[in-house]
């Protein structure tokens, strides 16, 4: 009997001499878990995925602004150079075979001097009907070079049109700067091409306007020469 009890007072006794510390009372066989341990672990963790969801964020913004930028560089499918520069061709055709007087600046003064003459004393009536016939085929030609340009103006209206419209459907579905900037720049091209038309049209008005006049002042001065070669010296007139 007295040695059960002395058994039972070891049992008892036993857990206070071998149990392990305050903070370590989980366990699943030989392992034993410790509880702040594992609370800090799970928070270590927890703050290792927030650092990876951030850095994932920031990947996914430099992407988009990657995106973004390379948006920015797209080219519009459509660039209208070629046309203009054919339609600019055209009407430079067109003024460089003017069949009245050149538009080169020494050749105008040439042609000018030869057919639009200042003195006519010298010259006989064969010559100056000779010059005045020019001076009607050059102001006809001029007239006739004019409508060349104009109508040929015109007829770039409907290719204008075309490309207007063209450039406006790229900026509707432009995705990026390059591409608006593109667009805008074909556009104001677009307006510098119909500016140059116009000066072209109105340099060949203005020459055929001169050449009209021009022959109108001969005409005039032509007659005063065959007026005095009519009437003659003052003398034929006195007695």
């Keep these: 009997m007295r040695r059960r009890i002395i058994a039972a007072l070891l049992l008892a006794a036993a857990p206070m001499t071998i149990a392990p510390p305050a903070h370590a009372i989980f366990g699943v066989g030989d392992i034993v878990i410790d509880p702040s341990n594992l609370a800090q672990n799970i928070l270590t963790a927890a703050n290792t995925l927030e650092q990876i969801n951030n850095q994932v964020k920031q990947l996914q913004n430099e992407a988009d602004m990657l ?3 390379a948006n920015n560089l797209v080219r519009t499918g459509y660039n ?21 007087i050149s538009y080169v600046v020494s050749e105008t003064d040439r042609l000018f001097q030869e057919n639009f003459p200042e003195d006519y004393s010298a010259w006989s009536r064969t010559q100056m009907a000779t010059a005045a016939e020019k001076q009607w085929v050059s102001a006809r030609s001029a007239f006739n070079d004019t409508l060349l340009v104009q109508s040929q103006i015109v007829q770039t209206l409907k290719a204008d049109t075309s490309s207007l419209d063209a450039m406006l459907a790229e900026t509707a579905v432009a995705e990026g700067n390059l591409s608006v900037s593109q667009t805008g720049n074909q556009i104001a091209a677009l307006g510098v091409k119909q500016t140059m038309q116009m000066q072209e049209m109105m340099a060949a008005q203005y020459r055929a306007d001169a050449l009209a006049r021009a022959r109108d002042l001969q005409i005039e001065r ?15 007139y006195t007695r």
């Design 67 to 69: 995106i973004n930028q």
């Design 80 to 100: 209208p150079q070629a046309e203009i520069n054919r339609l600019l061709g055209e009407i430079v055709v067109l003024m460089d075979r003017a069949r009245s």
């Design 222 to 236: 032509e007659g005063r020469e065959k007026l005095a070669r009519f009437v003659g010296g003052a003398s034929a």
